[in-house]
């Protein structure tokens, strides 16, 4: 009997048409964004395929008592409830790494941006001003000492991108070696205090965990140098967004760029500022991302079954 294969999620076609040609599995494509709807789909599915954006809560498992495996394809999978899959013994599949070339070029992106105060330009020149006069007091990379918080896939991308502009790059990770610093292009900073402290740009590139939720608030932006840059795109629980938004709003920092949010999308509305770039957790998509991811998480569910049904 065919295993009922639910995509819940929008996937590269990739993985469609390699399941649907798979005679082990009967596919449904069945995107939706909520809880409940979710919960409304999962009844008969065997396997479920979802994005970060779909709650894979204990209610959700518990309208899918067929439920065998859990296919995501990120690296965090924070949407899931981990107590939950794990007292029904569900594997979760997931990409580390998979996104990790395109977060790291639009966190570049972000950094060449503020550092130039592109949208300020495009604002004004859009407005029909050509303020020129101050133009040579934006500096290059170079200028600007890099503080990644966190060495992983993401991370080591940046410092890589980041060190070809001549950017001196510092990073705090407590679970890599000395060695893994040197090969990865950071120097190792003792703390997160101590880096937040020595960084004109902050880059956050942590999992979501007890140990990284709000791991910036009111005190670490207070830490920073006066009229530097903050980027967040990891999760949005990892920062306290209200004090990020005022320290921005005092001159705190000079830049903010945000592509995560708590929750998604944003209840509030937020400022309009040139200063602030935002993005709608778009980081990790790209064509040729979305095309590889559809592939590998394709390959990974079929090891799964190929090799008994157990990960």
Known sequence: MRKKLLIAADVDRSLMERASADPRFEVVFRPVKTEDELAAIVGDAEVLVTRAYNKVT???????????????GTSGTDNIDAAAVRDRNIPVISLPGENANAVAELVIGFMISLT?????????????????EDCASRHEMRHFRLGIVGLGQVGRRVARLAAAFGMPVSACDPYISEADFTTRGATRVASLDALIASSDILTLHVPLSEETRVMIGSPQLQMMQRGSILISAARGEIIDQNAALAALASGQLGGLALDVYDPEPPLSPLPDDPRLILTPHVAGCS???????????FEKISGFYAHGGSS
């Open 116 to 132: 130039r105060t592109v949208p300020f330009y495009t604002r004004e020149v859009a407005a029909g001003r050509w303020p020129r």
């Open 58 to 72: 204990r209610r959700v498992l518990d309208r899918a008592p067929l439920l065998e495996l859990i296919a995501q």
């Open 287 to 297: 064509h040729e991302c979305k095309q590889a991811i559809g592939a590998r998480l």
